[in-house]
Every structure is written in structure tokens, then in C-alpha cells.
């Protein structure tokens, strides 16, 4: 027999649940029981990643101090030995404690054999073409003469922006120039304070320029004030 | 006139299918067919690489093939996580309840990414530094959790990686090919080495976006074109 339900009428009761295959059809779990695996399961996840991330941190900090040390070393003109200065209420000194150490901004004092210093060298960040750019600055904190720079990070445009870093030809002639410092472009630069910009690389080079210029304003007095001081 | 009897016309007998053969204890539906262990790793490789013919993982394909080093980097990290995401889903398949296994799995893949991340910063800290934060967003790679879900989930521990293995390596020679020639065009190198000598200028464009894109054209145009060229050539066998 068949019929033919109008639409409107309600639809009959079932009278037996719809049959459905066994695969489809899965077991009824517990909540406890995936707590439990949840649980465990991260429990060892993190076992895992804890073991690992103490067995790499060594080698990674020695990456970034390797690195750091480097960057000073050049900055500087491989000064024979420095020390680290840390900002702590509006005035450098070196007695901080370890938790201090890694938050406090720090300058590197480099000194020569003979113990005479030869400048500072600090790090600096603002924003590039792209990106932040980072750069270690070296120079003479009395006369604001610059020894040299690094860049440490930079996302600028690769084979035009990211010339401020490879193009040694721009890196090299900040050597001796003062702050604040002028861009100049298509000419020779013309006196202590101005440098070229590279071409194709206009404002990747002009913020190099204006990082340097902000930081040396920054930190010349706090270091002169800490020389005048005597290093305490 | 003729004696014999015509046989009687009878309806065909309707032979009722056979009945499927018992499945396994632990079938699954919707696991893949048996197949010999040299198949399930040249699967990711060739017709079903996760690039160039399933599409997955496009991000980091675009964003870290500028230089060979980083691309291959890049290949041989997730093929870490593959492998090691995949091994682990199907060890613990059966003990997987069906309702958390979406989050089990990237629980696997988030241990292994990590992993990945901190081997690669103490190994390899400048390449590291490149790959920057796209080394974590593996976890995100559709390609990771689709291998999870549809092959390691089903299948044994052996097949598990041979599956992760070839896929990984598919995804790693993807990237290599795109990083070769846009490093190649872009810098005149080739992982860091001068190729094409001081005259060559650089087509600057190549390591900038927009020639991920064009690269990745290039290469999907070009297996569409083989893969075409093969079909046809069958169909003139046949």
C-alpha cells in the first residue's frame, strides 16, 4: 500500500530508528577518556619540546653572543677589549642584575691595548623602506664621530633597499664622518657631514642616515655624562 | 521438420553479487587501496605532489623560494614534520578517539614544527633567521594535516612514512626547482655561487613577489603541458 502524504500534514512518527551501517556508526566515548588522551598527549608533547628547547638553547645563545661580539668588533674597529653600559634611570652605569642584563638598553665601551677608550657602540631600530631596520652604530661619544656601522637586521627590497647592507662602497665611507649627517645624491659628499646615498636605494640609504643621526643624539650625552663621571 | 528442441527461454539467472569480502578487523573507511611501499612514496613525488599538481602549501612556496638555500630549508623541514607527524598519527591511530583527532593531530604537528624550529636555529642559525616565521606556520600547511587525516590515520607506521617521505621530498624538489630559477634570474647565483658571471644583470623582479608567481605559473603550465602530452600519447596507443 502506498499513500501519498499531503505536504502539510505532519510527518508520521518514525517507527524505527533509520538503520545505519556499522563503519559510519562509531562507539560512544567517554569525555574522560579524551581528556585522557588529550592529556597525555600533551603531557608528552611538552616533555618532549621542554627536553629539546634546553638541549638547543646553548648553541643558540652562543649564535646570538657570537654574533653580537662580532658586530662590535667591526663597529668599533676591533677595539681590544669593551664594556657592556646599561640605561637604568636615566643614566648608564655597569651594576645591574641578571634580570636587568637582558631588558635594559646597553652600550659596548671599547677600549685599545693601553686601556684608552675608543668609543661606543650602540643599536638602534626604525622603520626602513619596508621594514624596521636594525643597525649597530660605533663612535666616538665626545666629538660624535662616527667609526662604522652594521646593519644587524633589515627586510628592505632585495637587489635595491638591501644594498645598505651589501654595497660596502656606502658602508664604508660613514668612517670618519660626524653627526648629524646628510644624505647627498648624484654629487661627491662635500665635508664631514655628508655622505652619498646609494641609487635605487634612496630611501633605504636616508634611513640608515636618520637612524644613525636619532641615535647619536640620544646616546652622546648619557655617554659623555658617564665618561665625565669616570666610568661608575 | 526439424526434431530438436529449441531450449526453453529462460530469464538470464540473476546472480546476486558477491558478497563483499570480510573487512579487516581494523578497516577504516575510506583507507587507501593496498599499494607496494615504492608507490606510496613516488605518489607524493609525481602525480599527486603537493605542489605542482595538489596545490597545497602555496604560502610558503611563494614566500620562501627567493634563494635555493631557503627553499630547500623550507623542503626538508616540513618533510621533518611530515615524516615525524605522520609515524606518530598512525602509531597512535587506535587510540585516537574519532572526536579529538583533528586536535591530536596538530598537537603531533605543532611538537614536530617546534622541533624543527629549535634544531634549525642551532644548526643552521642564518638560514633560520630568513625563514623567519615561516618555519612555525607549518603547522598551519593544509599539506600537513591532509596527510594526517587522509593517509597516516589509515594506514600502518611503514606506509605512514613512505607516504610522508614522499610527499616531503615532493614538496622539497617543488621548492627547489622554483628557488633555483628565481635565484638564478634574480641574483645570478646559485645557492650563493656566481652562475652566470659579472655581466649578468639581475632580474631584480624574479626575488621580489611577483616572480614567485610567475615562476610557479611557469612550472604548473609546465606539468599540465607534460601531463597532457602523456595523455594523448596513450590515447594514441590505445
Same mark, same amino acid.
Given at each position: 500500500?502506498? &499513500?501519498?502524504?499531503?505536504?502539510?500534514?505532519? =510527518?508520521?512518527?518514525?517507527?524505527? =530508528?533509520?538503520?545505519?551501517?556499522?563503519?559510519?556508526?562509531?562507539?560512544?566515548? &567517554?569525555?574522560? *577518556?579524551?581528556?585522557?588522551?588529550?592529556?597525555?598527549? %600533551?603531557?608528552?608533547?611538552?616533555?618532549?619540546?621542554?627536553?629539546?628547547?634546553?638541549?638547543?638553547?646553548?648553541?643558540?645563545?652562543?649564535?646570538?653572543?657570537?654574533?653580537?661580539?662580532?658586530?662590535?668588533?667591526?663597529?668599533?674597529?676591533?677595539?681590544? *677589549?669593551?664594556?657592556?653600559?646599561?640605561?637604568?634611570? %636615566?643614566?648608564?652605569?655597569?651594576?645591574?642584575?641578571?634580570?636587568?642584563?637582558?631588558?635594559?638598553?646597553?652600550?659596548?665601551?671599547?677600549?685599545?691595548?693601553?686601556?684608552?677608550?675608543?668609543?661606543?657602540?650602540?643599536?638602534?631600530?626604525?622603520?626602513?623602506?619596508?621594514?624596521?631596520?636594525?643597525?649597530?652604530?660605533?663612535?666616538?661619544?665626545?666629538?660624535?664621530?662616527?667609526?662604522?656601522?652594521?646593519?644587524?637586521?633589515?627586510?628592505?627590497?632585495?637587489?635595491?633597499?638591501?644594498?645598505?647592507?651589501?654595497?660596502?662602497?656606502?658602508? &664604508?665611507?660613514?668612517?670618519?664622518?660626524?653627526?648629524?649627517?646628510?644624505?647627498?645624491?648624484?654629487?661627491?659628499?662635500?665635508?664631514?657631514?655628508?655622505?652619498?646615498?646609494?641609487?635605487?636605494?634612496?630611501?633605504?640609504?636616508?634611513?640608515?642616515?636618520?637612524?644613525?643621526?636619532?641615535?647619536?643624539?640620544?646616546?652622546?650625552?648619557?655617554?659623555?655624562?658617564?665618561?665625565? *663621571?669616570?666610568?661608575? | 521438420?526439424?526434431?530438436?528442441?529449441?531450449? #526453453?527461454?529462460?530469464?538470464?539467472?540473476? !546472480?546476486?553479487?558477491?558478497? #563483499?569480502?570480510?573487512?579487516?578487523?581494523? /578497516?577504516?573507511?575510506?583507507? #587507501? #587501496?593496498?599499494?607496494?611501499?615504492?608507490?606510496?612514496?613516488?605518489?607524493?613525488?609525481?602525480?599527486?605532489?603537493?605542489?605542482?599538481?595538489?596545490?597545497?602549501?602555496?604560502?610558503?612556496?611563494?614566500?620562501?623560494?627567493?634563494?635555493?638555500?631557503?627553499?630547500?630549508?623550507?623542503?626538508?623541514?616540513? +618533510?621533518?614534520?611530515?615524516?615525524?607527524?605522520?609515524?606518530?598519527?598512525?602509531?597512535?591511530?587506535?587510540?585516537?578517539?574519532?572526536?579529538?583527532?583533528?586536535?591530536?593531530?596538530?598537537?603531533?604537528?605543532? +611538537? /614536530?614544527?617546534?622541533?624543527?624550529?629549535?634544531?634549525?636555529?642551532?644548526?643552521?642559525?642564518?638560514?633560520?633567521?630568513?625563514?623567519?616565521?615561516?618555519?612555525?606556520?607549518?603547522?598551519?600547511?593544509?599539506?600537513?594535516?591532509?596527510?594526517? !587525516?587522509?593517509?597516516?590515520?589509515?594506514?600502518?607506521?611503514?606506509?605512514?612514512?613512505?607516504?610522508?617521505?614522499?610527499?616531503?621530498?615532493?614538496?622539497?624538489?617543488?621548492?627547489?626547482?622554483?628557488?633555483?630559477?628565481?635565484?638564478?634570474?634574480?641574483?645570478?647565483?646559485?645557492?650563493? /655561487?656566481?652562475?652566470?658571471?659579472?655581466?649578468? !644583470?639581475?632580474?631584480?623582479?624574479?626575488?621580489?613577489?611577483?616572480?614567485? /608567481?610567475?615562476?610557479?605559473?611557469?612550472?604548473?603550465?609546465?606539468?599540465?603541458?607534460?601531463? !597532457?602530452?602523456?595523455?594523448?600519447?596513450?590515447?594514441?596507443?590505445?
Amino acid at each position: 500500500m502506498t &499513500s501519498v502524504a499531503p505536504h502539510c500534514a505532519p =510527518p508520521a512518527a518514525p517507527t524505527e =530508528p533509520v538503520a545505519t551501517p556499522e563503519s559510519v556508526k562509531a562507539p560512544e566515548v &567517554s569525555s574522560w *577518556r579524551l581528556l585522557a588522551t588529550l592529556g597525555i598527549a %600533551g603531557a608528552a608533547a611538552g616533555l618532549l619540546v621542554v627536553a629539546v628547547y634546553r638541549a638547543t638553547l646553548p648553541t643558540i645563545e652562543r649564535y646570538a653572543a657570537q654574533k653580537e661580539a662580532g658586530a662590535v668588533r667591526e663597529v668599533l674597529a676591533a677595539p681590544a *677589549r669593551w664594556d657592556t653600559v646599561y640605561l637604568a634611570k %636615566g643614566a648608564l652605569t655597569k651594576r645591574v642584575t641578571a634580570d636587568e642584563r637582558k631588558t635594559l638598553p646597553h652600550a659596548y665601551l671599547g677600549f685599545d691595548a693601553s686601556g684608552k677608550p675608543t668609543g661606543a657602540a650602540i643599536t638602534a631600530q626604525e622603520p626602513g623602506f619596508q621594514e624596521e631596520v636594525l643597525l649597530m652604530i660605533g663612535f666616538e661619544p665626545a666629538s660624535g664621530r662616527l667609526i662604522g656601522f652594521k646593519v644587524l637586521d633589515q627586510k628592505e627590497t632585495p637587489g635595491l633597499g638591501d644594498k645598505i647592507e651589501r654595497d660596502s662602497s656606502f658602508g &664604508s665611507q660613514f668612517a670618519g664622518r660626524i653627526a648629524p649627517l646628510t644624505g647627498v645624491k648624484g654629487r661627491a659628499p662635500a665635508g664631514e657631514h655628508e655622505v652619498q646615498t646609494i641609487t635605487g636605494a634612496t630611501i633605504s640609504s636616508r634611513a640608515v642616515i636618520r637612524i644613525i643621526d636619532h641615535a647619536i643624539e640620544q646616546w652622546q650625552p648619557l655617554l659623555v655624562a658617564y665618561e665625565r *663621571r669616570g666610568g661608575a | 521438420m526439424s526434431t530438436t528442441v529449441a531450449p #526453453p527461454r529462460t530469464a538470464p539467472v540473476y !546472480e546476486p553479487p558477491a558478497p #563483499p569480502a570480510t573487512p579487516a578487523p581494523d /578497516f577504516i573507511p575510506g583507507s #587507501p #587501496p593496498p599499494a607496494p611501499l615504492w608507490a606510496d612514496t613516488w605518489r607524493g613525488i609525481s602525480k599527486e605532489n603537493p605542489v605542482l599538481v595538489q596545490m597545497l602549501g602555496m604560502c610558503p612556496t611563494m614566500a620562501v623560494t627567493n634563494v635555493m638555500a631557503n627553499g630547500i630549508a623550507m623542503g626538508l623541514a616540513t +618533510t621533518f614534520v611530515l615524516v615525524g607527524s605522520g609515524l606518530f598519527v598512525s602509531l597512535f591511530r587506535k587510540y585516537i578517539a574519532h572526536e579529538v583527532r583533528i586536535t591530536s593531530y596538530i598537537l603531533i604537528i605543532a +611538537t /614536530f614544527v617546534t622541533l624543527a624550529d629549535l634544531l634549525l636555529a642551532a644548526s643552521f642559525p642564518e638560514i633560520s633567521k630568513a625563514l623567519g616565521p615561516f618555519i612555525p606556520l607549518i603547522v598551519a600547511n593544509c599539506l600537513l594535516l591532509g596527510r594526517a !587525516e587522509a593517509f597516516a590515520a589509515k594506514v600502518g607506521p611503514v606506509r605512514a612514512l613512505a607516504d610522508g617521505l614522499g610527499m616531503g621530498l615532493g614538496f622539497t624538489l617543488s621548492l627547489s626547482a622554483m628557488s633555483a630559477i628565481r635565484e638564478l634570474l634574480g641574483r645570478g647565483s646559485l645557492l650563493g /655561487f656566481d652562475v652566470m658571471g659579472p655581466h649578468w !644583470e639581475p632580474w631584480v623582479f624574479m626575488v621580489l613577489p611577483p616572480g614567485g /608567481f610567475f615562476t610557479l605559473g611557469l612550472l604548473l603550465m609546465t606539468v599540465a603541458w607534460v601531463a !597532457e602530452l602523456r595523455r594523448r600519447r596513450r590515447e594514441a596507443v590505445a
